[in-house]
């Protein structure tokens, strides 16, 4: 939709101010406050023009405009052409194991929630796109049995199994062994860390031992959610609540099972740059009245997560998008620094 060099400057500053506010903005306070160099009248007819447009709607026919979601649209699309750099506000802990990641990752939002003053989320590299870096088989307790997986994306998955018969320590030990010469460099869930469980070559007690510790292996299903991290959902739910916004129902719902936000997030592990969505673009309708900002952090060419930030679509977009590209930024060459 063309805009005329004045009327994209008059949108622009409208959103900021309403940003700012929340107060509806009127072709007044513009006049007042701006030097626009028009008189207040052609203000006027532009913010006129503007809504025919449906750029900014007319909550009250003596108020000011409010931005609406095409309007945010324009606004934010201009704003990731400029590609605004940004200091770093979320700082990175590097001084950590490689096991220890999933620890950073929830750091991580944690504090870019409370550098946003949003809900932040950060998912961790997905168990079944990364491949075998380790694996350890260790005897608890006479029947007890705990299977460690250690993957390339620096996930640690652990399994505990009941055993009908008591452990065999030299068992345990030939199955460690084993897995991790058949396994390491091969992705959960695929036909080739299947062949190992199905080898000819094992006798009845290898078999049955390692048939006992297979669902380890297994690839994770969709409701596997603890790669998933959330920070702020008070701030999200409080800055909604302020905002007189509904659905907060099914939104709480979203946030409990949060196999619904990975849903969500697997579009912008297919979307190059920063990947953003505002009110109506956003399919569930609890999430409506909200924007999402994410954007991919990984290694060597190879994408492994998103750090994203939900909040209402009144939000501050320049600082929103910058830090979150920051943060997703800082997250890569943390990775790249350990592995």
């Known amino acids: 939709m063309a805009l005329t060099t004045r009327q994209e400057h008059v949108l622009r500053t409208v959103i900021e101010e309403y940003i700012a ?23 006027r007819n532009d913010l006129a023009e503007l809504e025919d447009m449906g750029m900014l709607a007319h909550p009250h026919t003596s108020a000011g405009r409010v931005p609406t979601d095409s309007g945010y649209r324009r606004y934010v699309d201009a704003i990731l052409v400029e590609r605004r750099e940004a ?18 990752l929830r750091e991580t939002a944690d504090a870019l929630s409370r550098v946003t003053e949003l809900l932040a989320v950060v998912s961790a590299p997905a168990v079944t796109t990364s491949t075998i870096r ?51 460099g091969i992705q959960l869930g ?12 094992l006798g009845a007690k290898e078999h049955d031992f390692l048939e006992a510790v297979r669902p380890a292996f297994d690839a994770l299903g969709h409701g596997d959610v603890e790669g998933l991290h959330l920070g702020g959902a008070s701030r999200l739910l409080d800055n909604l609540t302020r905002q007189g916004v509904g659905h907060l129902t099914e939104l709480l719902d979203m946030l409990e099972q949060r196999f619904n936000l990975l849903e969500l997030l697997s579009d912008a592990m297919r979307e190059d ?38 909040g209402p679509t009144r939000m501050d977009y320049q600082s929103v998008i910058a830090t979150v590209q920051a943060t997703a930024d800082g997250l890569s060459k943390y990775l790249e620094e350990i592995w």
């Open 190 to 201: 695929t036909r080739r860390a299947a062949d190992a469980f199905e080898s000819h070559d």
């Open 134 to 184: 380790h694996i350890e088989i260790l005897s608890l307790q006479p029947h007890l049995v705990m299977v460690v997986i250690i993957t390339t994306s620096g996930q640690v998955t652990k399994r505990i199994f009941n055993t009908t018969a008591p452990i065999d320590e030299g068992l345990a030990e030939f199955a460690r062994v084993y897995l991790n010469e058949r396994l390491v």
């Open 21 to 43: 506010s929340g107060v509806p903005v009127g072709s007044r306070h513009l006049s007042e406050r701006f030097d626009f160099g028009i008189a207040a009248s052609t203000i």
């Open 273 to 310: 740059g920063v990947y953003l969505r505002i009110g109506h673009e956003l399919a569930p309708p609890s999430l409506q009245a909200c924007s999402l900002v994410a954007a991919k952090y990984g290694v060597a060419n190879r994408d492994l997560g998103t750090v994203s930030v939900l």
């Open 87 to 104: 200091t770093p506000a979320v700082r990175i802990v590097t001084d950590r194991a490689r096991s220890e990641v999933d620890d950073a």
